[in-house]
């Protein structure tokens, strides 16, 4: 059975003294799958996103939208998308579809700045923005900016003065005492039944505003700026205070407008190319807030989201819908497709993927940082890169084609090492990140089909 989560993260990418298991290499070559890839998608209709101008995508560097000219705006954003701040903005320049271009910049957490970066913004703050060459930095005044100067496009806010705005204004306001309210229970173990109080307090108010307001938005049935405002951290809190308190936010009828406003936030393209998931947030918070206080009410919770509960990363997976636990997904799955995504981005970008794995084999960093999903300075186990690269050509095929195709033989005499593959399948499963790498569908099954080769290696 797999170690906890947080024991792997903390442990040394070294090689184990002793090789449990071997086998052979008859894993099609990655032009046979890149192939393979072509053939599925042809017969699903599924194509290569096109990142300029279609769906919201992490992966885009610039979005036109289909408009002419050269875009205005320029958004530096987190590389791994962690941030709350960068999506807020990010996702207010998909929703306007105001053309722009992005350049990805690492949080501290994750490893030093650029100093090119440093030199322009020397505080290093995310996110920061160019309109026109001019810089602008602190997400509100960049919202607030992008609104006024791009009045032809789809507005946000109610006009100044009207009593739409002074709701708006007034559930912004709502959204810093939620913010704070949440990190109080969060952060912290003492006052434990106070914060919780607190807590739930304001949420009884959020649901309630969702509800006066005819939903299923916060200004009634068109998204507005509150929305934006709210997202990034009513998708954290619904992620964090379930791992971390054993309390379920969403997905229990507990806050029936809530419900429905994540629904109706998961019907759109360009909330759904920002969202992230459950297991990335809570190990991505901790970091960025100083540390998350966890109470023993929250182990089933902290076992499912880390996928060591024996189902939630294993084959066969159950199914997503607006109630599954942990994590609730209003849009469902589509596993066979999902599945062609996780390989279609495996095998697009295999060898960096495979150097990557391989650091779980390898020697970490020289300078460690503060985020355990993160290790930029390790270095990969190069002895190991053919043994990795066969046992990530075995995952893509069983993503294709199914584990009973994949034709992996396990035993003694065979030509890889077991070992080292395994502690690099680890490293990779626990570090795909959403919505960097994949749509959580798609990495829920990329996780779970690494999870069938490290079983197989270890003969579970």
Known sequence: MLGSLQNLLNQPNTQQASEISSFADSAPSWEALQQLVEEKGAQLKWQHPDLENGPT??????RTFGQSGTPRVKLYRDHAAWCPY????WLQLEEKQIPYTLEKINMRCYGDKPR???AK???GLLPAMELDGKLIVESAEIMRILEEAFPDKKPLLPPKGTKERQRADSLMRLERRLFSDWLSWLTTSW????NKREFIATMDAVDMELGDAGGPFFLGPELSMVDVVFA????????SILYYKGFTVRGEGRWKNLDRWFEAMEARPAYMGTRSDYFTHVHDLPPQLGGCASVPEAADAIAAIDGEDGTSWQLPLPPLNSTSFPEPYSPGENPVLDRLRAAARLVGNHEAVVRFA?????????RPVSAPLSDPTATPGETYLDAVDAGLRYVAHALLEGVEASGLQVGDGKK???????????YLRDRVGVPRDLPYPAARQLRAHLNWLINSLEGC
């Open 121 to 123: 913004v020397p505080s």
């Open 416 to 426: 890889h090492p077991g070992d080292p593959v395994v502690a690099s399948a680890e």
């Open 86 to 89: 960068c999506q807020k903005v």
């Open 116 to 118: 090119e970066y440093t």
């Open 232 to 239: 990034p951290f009513l998708e954290r809190i619904a992620a």
């Open 191 to 194: 006052g434990h039944d106070a």
């Open 57 to 62: 995508n992490p992966l885009a560097l610039r």
């Open 358 to 366: 391989a650091r779980g084999c390898g020697k970490p960093g020289r």
